[in-house]
């Protein structure tokens, strides 16, 4: 890997980096054209899909009763760390969960109350890996806010993987199905006569079905993109090359799309971090995708002529995963202006918050962290307010809302407040 300036970076480099989109836009007309025939096509399209891209022939679409046996046949020990995995990440989500609340403003009995949604799908990916812990970080959120029922599509192979669909188990899913990719997407949304349609979809995915989530989104909500893996280590002469260097390799290790950038105003350390990515990814198994990801556009290693400008560049980048490896981690936190999920210190490396640590993973990617947070319980929550005025709170505002109902030419709103006090 090259170790660059951030001062020197062209405009095209600067795009490159801060307006990434991994390949996203470029799947959408792939994406487009896949949705519409699984919207018309329904299951004959889930078929044909699964055989072209997964190369798989798909016989029940449906394996809601696969995951129980699956669970069930499972190591015992690994099925321990998955539910290890699943009791941390219920913690974390429980803790989020909101309380209704009512409070007395002079009169007016003024609330919020919390109802979750009924049906939500939760996309879990398996193209190039498996991927249990998405099936955790999905499903136990939309069960911890009360969804009744959380279905689940993940991409279909010859020989299902036992621990994605044992997650599925354990983390309460109430409906499987085989399908992958945009394919997955669109029925979750539109339903077809094996899958039924749900209200949101939420999860990760690679960059067809992140644009098949772009594409549904106005028929469906949807979380958020969720797109190839990022990760931004922001770092001090304190932080150990090589464990910096692991934590770029371990995100770059997803995706020949993800991207992975560390920025430091160390120059050794730079050529340290540069170095040791290289030597690690020779030695890692998927080193093949490991060195296409380090190779894209958007990842790096920058040096800053001071820390100041490491903390500009680490906010307008606004990585999925933000790591701090410096001596003054929350004075710099409370500096960058985002990152979507923030790894602090030495012994935090991302992939603990990845499986086990309990925040969730999936996380908005392509610079989106400016503006939204991770999957969280508020996800499958709709708030109301709920408000009663007693006869004296309606009276003391009443002048008010006649006055700016009138000034608004909606005289029939004053009048309805004019009606509670008529004799
Ligand atoms: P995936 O399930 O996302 O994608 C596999 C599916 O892609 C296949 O079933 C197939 O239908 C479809 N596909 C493959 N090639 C295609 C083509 N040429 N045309 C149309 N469709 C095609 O699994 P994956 O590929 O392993 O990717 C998982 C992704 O999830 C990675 O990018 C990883 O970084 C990302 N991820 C993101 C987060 C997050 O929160 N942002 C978290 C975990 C994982």
């Known amino acids: 890997m090259n170790v660059q300036a951030v001062a020197d970076l062209s405009p095209d480099e600067r795009a490159a980096l801060f307006d990434r989109d991994a390949g996203v836009a470029a799947a959408r007309d792939t994406a487009r054209d896949i949705v519409e025939r699984v919207r018309t096509e329904g299951d004959v399209a889930l078929r044909e899909y699964a055989e072209e891209f997964d190369g798989v022939s798909v016989g029940n679409v449906d394996i809601t009763d696969e995951v129980e046996r699956a669970a069930d046949r499972l190591d015992d020990d690994l099925l321990a760390h998955i539910e290890t ?36 799908g ?30 689940v599509a ?28 945009a394919q997955a ?13 749900v209200q949101k979809i939420v999860g990760p995915g690679n960059r067809f079905v992140t644009a098949a989530k772009a594409e549904v989104r106005e028929d469906c909500e949807i979380d958020f993109l969720a797109g190839p893996s990022e990760v931004l ?5 304190t932080a150990d090359p090589g464990v910096v260097a692991s934590d770029l390799v371990a995100q770059a290790e997803h995706d020949p799309n993800a991207s992975v950038v560390a920025v430091t105003p160390d120059e050794s ?14 030695e890692r198994d998927r080193s093949d995708v490991i060195q296409e990801a380090l190779d894209n556009d958007a990842s790096g290693v920058f040096t800053a002529r001071s820390m100041s400008e490491a903390v500009l560049f680490a906010g307008e980048y606004a990585a999925e995963h933000l790591s701090i490896q410096a001596e003054n981690d929350e004075e710099l936190l409370d500096r960058i202006e985002a990152g979507g999920s923030v790894f602090l210190g030495p012994f935090s490396p991302v992939a603990a918050g990845d499986y086990a640590a309990g925040p969730n993973h999936v996380l908005p990617t392509g610079g989106l962290a ?44 004053a009048e309805s407040v004019r009606k509670r ?3």
């Open 85 to 120: 995995a699943a009791a941390n990440i219920r913690e974390f989500h429980e803790a989020q969960r909101p309380e209704n609340w009512t409070k007395e403003f002079e009169g007016r009995e003024l609330g919020r109350r919390y109802r979750p949604l009924e049906r939500v």
């Open 233 to 237: 280590v922001i770092a001090d002469g």
């Open 122 to 151: 939760a996309y879990v990916p398996g193209g190039t890996a498996a991927y249990p812990s998405s099936a955790l970080m999905g499903v136990i959120p939309a069960k911890v806010a009360g969804v009744d029922h959380v279905a």
């Open 185 to 197: 997407i669109a029925a979750l949304a539109y339903g077809t006569e094996s899958v039924s349609s």
């Open 370 to 413: 400016k503006t939204t947070g991770g999957l969280s319980v508020d996800h499958f929550l709709v708030s109301q307010t709920v408000q009663r005025l007693d006869r004296d709170a309606l009276a003391d505002i009443s002048e008010t809302v006649t006055t700016l109902a009138e000034t608004e030419g909606l005289e029939a709103h």
């Open 154 to 181: 993940t991409p279909p192979a010859e020989d299902l993987n036992d621990a994605t669909l044992a997650a599925i188990h354990v983390a309460g899913a109430d409906a499987v199905y085989q399908a992958g990719g």
């Open 421 to 423: 006090f008529e004799e």
């Open 269 to 282: 350390l730079a050529a340290d971090i540069a170095q040791q990515c290289d030597r690690q990814a020779g």
